[in-house]
T-cell receptor
Framework: NAGVTQTPKFQVLKTGQSMTLQCAQD?????MSWYRQDPGMGLRLIHY???????DQGEVPNGYNVSRSTTEDFPLRLLSAAPSQTSVYFC????????????????FGPGTRLTVL | LAKTTQPISMDSYEGQEVNITCSHN???????ITWYQQFPSQGPRFIIQ???TKVTNEVASLFIPADRKSSTLSLPRVSLSDTAVYYC?????????????FGTGTKLQVIP
């Protein structure tokens, strides 16, 4: 199993550009989440999904869109990049089998380091 | 959800046992305690989870007193490769998706 994969590893954008961060998992997990991590801070939840076709907002959703058309993929779209979105982005997945919560083991991807100029 | 408090940073020499304590005074009856490890430039990695008393795996031990208002992650004989940020999380293990809260964690620096 590849686990959770993210592409690209690094990206530089200009203010106003749009882009999509890709995330895929091969563990058949129901739950997938996007977090951002700023220097010296913990992870903050952007958006999450509890299954294909179901998404919802996390703590810091503004400026980001998500969709989940398949169990495996959960892309994060930046609509119009701003310098405040400079951060490291992590995708995570966990099983929701038997009603398990996301406080059970989450598997994280390697992250995407995004710089917005 | 229960709020957690843990030290911002700790230093330890190689070969020592390191204990990181997390305070969670408002822990609920159905909450579990989970610890993650994050190396620089990597995503967090699950280390251990427990409900009460002691849990041990190949990486660490987790000690939880009877009142469950705190917990201690114990790393035996640390090496330089244990330098990382350690996060303590408290929340239920069932009931569907929860918005998991990661604080700033404890930055452990292992010194040669």
């Amino acid at each position: 199993n590849a686990g959770v994969t993210q592409t690209p590893k690094f990206q530089v954008l200009k203010t106003g550009q749009s882009m999509t961060l890709q995330c895929a998992q091969d563990m058949n997990h129901e739950y997938m989440s996007w977090y951002r991590q700023d220097p010296g801070m913990g992870l903050r939840l952007i958006h999450y999904s509890v299954g294909a076709g179901i998404t919802d907002q996390g703590e810091v959703p503004n400026g980001y869109n998500v969709s989940r058309s398949t169990t495996e993929d959960f892309p994060l779209r930046l609509l119009s990049a701003a310098p405040s979105q400079t951060s490291v982005y992590f995708c995570a997945s966990s099983t929701g089998t038997s009603g398990k919560s996301s406080y059970n083991e989450q598997f994280f991807g390697p992250g995407t380091r995004l710089t917005v100029l | 959800l229960a709020k957690t408090t843990q030290p911002i940073s700790m230093d330890s020499y190689e070969g020592q046992e390191v204990n990181i304590t997390c305070s969670h005074n408002n822990i609920a009856t159905n909450d579990y305690i989970t610890w993650y490890q994050q190396f620089p430039s990597q995503g967090p990695r699950f280390i251990i989870q427990g409900y009460k008393t002691k849990v041990t795996n190949e990486v660490a031990s987790l000690f939880i007193p009877a009142d469950r208002k705190s917990s201690t992650l114990s790393l035996p004989r640390v090496s330089l490769s244990d330098t990382a940020v350690y996060y303590c999380l408290v929340g239920p293990d069932s009931g569907g998706y929860q918005k998991v809260t990661f604080g700033t964690g404890t930055k452990l620096q292992v010194i040669p």
